[in-house]
């Protein structure tokens, strides 16, 4: 029921028209740059998959994780907008509900970009690479991956924009934790666990052992973000 | 109605938005990860840059790429929901002010804020350099003059990326495409400074100007230094056409 409350209130605001348009952008960075500068990536040593996505995904995910940022802040401002939250604090419904609902939403909208992301990866690599073997299967993977992986954001972002009433709070505070992503150090498996920086690791060429390591960590980051959540409705509910 | 005392109002109406805490948090989180490397800085044999020109551009550096810019969208949000809400702009357009007027004082709000978070930044670069100087043994802080000459100058290479972020929230009424077009201009400012046509795209000025200087620090490292000639022309006519065109469309959704 959330779900398709949430379609309904978004459908003449932009969100979709956005999410498509923030997925071809990102999508078209690994195009550009192989139509550009094809001899460097081709350069590097690895197999396909791998050296794309080093040569791009930082670019990529920054894309990605803006996007997410800006949507959740959108989301939450359609409720805030003239009050619409008080009413529907007085429906026969719980207030995490709506959040969960956007939850949903959103993460169907992220697999959406992230199928177009995988799908022009899959193009460079057929069309600059040319080799075939197990290419499909490593996709899925990544995309399951990234998918995870971006999962705490889109709840962070969405916690930080339920909590704050006046859009450019949420969008400021996002912006800033977008950027705190970017100046933390990568190799630093403890600091790259921040919500905001998840998005931005890649699944080829990465050991088996790190990699369970951050789904891990992103299950737990999920779990504990929905329980700040839930928290945080039930406190302000008293407060109100 | 004098153009001052409306910069004055639009003042009043962000009062207390705390936009100023949020670019202060950004200042902060930006100065943070220089002092606790400020050991970097002695091992820039290669680039033949001294420390503590290193640790001042690399800041700056770090501001002028994402920070500054994605700020100052949000700064364009920060002033259109102020007149947004509770039909705020109905009430500015009864008034009898030019709205021109109007529009620019708002501009100006905006730039503002900028040299208001440039300016928490050089003052927030004393700190870090202080501390790092105490941690460090080492002497990081340069001369007043020379800092706010690196920070002015990012400031006015900004003013088009600025102008033309205002025209997006002007014009563009649904505000998740105003903010995301904003914020996916930002990201290939990076790309853009390598090419040859960066002084067509305003979001790039900044970190070209603060690239440029690196290469103008640095003794074996070159950059491509700022070419006044189609640069100057180019930025003109991108704030002049930017600050024309939102001016046209303020407050024309309201209008109809």
Same mark, same amino acid.
């Given at each position: ?8 209130? !978004? ?10 348009? /923030? ?12 139509? !550009?500068?094809?001899?460097? =990536?081709?350069?590097?040593?690895? #197999? #396909? ?18 996007? =997410?940022? $800006? ?9 805030? @907008?003239?009050? @619409? ?6 429906? #026969? ?28 990866? @899959? ?6 690479? /040319? ?21 705490? @954001? ?6 930080? $924009? ?12 996002? =912006? ?8 933390? #150090? ?30 891990? $960590? ?23 | ?12 109406? %962000? ?6 805490? %949020? ?33 001042? %551009? ?38 009898? &002010? ?10 100006? &709000? ?27 043994? *080492? ?14 100058? %990012? ?58 200087? *690196? ?42």
């Amino acid at each position: 029921m959330g779900f398709e409350m949430e379609w309904k209130k !978004v459908k003449r605001t932009g969100f979709i028209p956005a999410f498509l348009f /923030g997925g071809v952008l990102a999508a078209a960075v690994p195009v550009l740059n192989m139509a !550009v500068r094809s001899e460097v =990536v081709l350069g590097i040593d690895a #197999p #396909p998959i791998q050296s794309l996505l080093n040569a791009n995904w930082q670019m990529m995910a920054m894309l990605n994780v803006l996007l =997410v940022v $800006a949507e959740a802040c959108l989301m939450y401002h359609t409720e805030y @907008a003239d009050n @619409a939250m008080q009413r529907m604090c007085t429906l #026969p419904m719980k207030e995490s509900n709506l959040f969960f609902g956007k939850f949903a939403f959103m993460a169907v909208m992220c697999v959406v970009i992230l199928i177009i992301e995988n799908a022009a990866i @899959a193009f460079c690599s057929f069309h600059w690479f /040319g080799r075939t073997e197990n290419i499909l299967v490593e996709l899925f993977q990544n995309l399951g991956y990234e998918l995870l992986l971006m999962l705490p @954001a889109v709840l962070c972002s969405l916690l930080i $924009a339920s909590v704050c009433i006046n859009m450019w709070v949420s969008l400021g505070i996002g =912006v800033v934790c977008v950027f705190m992503a970017t100046m933390l #150090p990568t190799d630093n498996f403890i600091l790259s666990l921040f919500p905001f920086a998840l998005p931005f690791q890649i699944f080829a060429g990465t050991a088996k052992d790190t990699v369970c390591h951050f789904i891990m $960590a992103a299950w737990i980051e999920i779990v504990i973000l929905t329980m700040i959540e839930v928290l945080f409705l039930k406190v302000r509910r008293l407060f109100e | 109605m004098s153009f001052l005392s409306l910069v004055g109002i639009e003042l009043k109406k %962000i009062h207390r938005s705390k936009i100023v805490w %949020i670019l202060a948090i950004a200042t902060v989180i930006l100065w943070f990860p220089s002092i606790l490397n400020a050991r970097i800085n002695f091992e820039m044999h290669g680039e033949g840059i001294s420390p503590e020109n290193n640790f001042l %551009i690399q800041g700056f550096m770090g501001m002028a790429w994402f920070m500054f810019p994605a700020s100052m969208v949000v700064g364009t949000v920060l002033l259109n929901m102020v007149e947004r809400s509770n039909k705020g702009m109905l009430k500015m357009l009864s008034l009898p &002010v030019n709205t021109v007027k109007l529009c620019l004082a708002k501009f100006v &709000v905006l730039l503002t804020l900028a040299a208001f978070q440039i300016l928490m930044t050089v003052g927030m670069y004393y700190v870090s350099a202080g501390i790092a100087s105490q941690t460090q043994h *080492y002497n990081f802080i340069l001369q007043p003059l020379f800092v706010f000459k690196e920070a002015g100058m %990012i400031f006015a290479a900004a003013i088009p990326m600025i102008s033309f972020f205002w025209l997006l929230s002007v014009c563009i009424q649904t505000s998740i495409f105003s903010i995301g077009i904003g914020l996916a201009s930002i990201v290939p400012s990076v790309l853009m400074i390598n090419t040859k046509i960066w002084f067509a795209y305003p979001m790039a000025y900044p970190f070209f100007v603060i690239t440029a200087e *690196y290469g103008k620090l640095a003794a074996n490292f070159t950059t491509s230094q700022v070419e006044l000639i189609p640069w100057l022309p180019a930025a003109a006519s991108i704030t002049i056409f930017c600050l024309f065109a939102s001016c046209l469309c303020f407050g024309r959704a309201e209008r109809r």
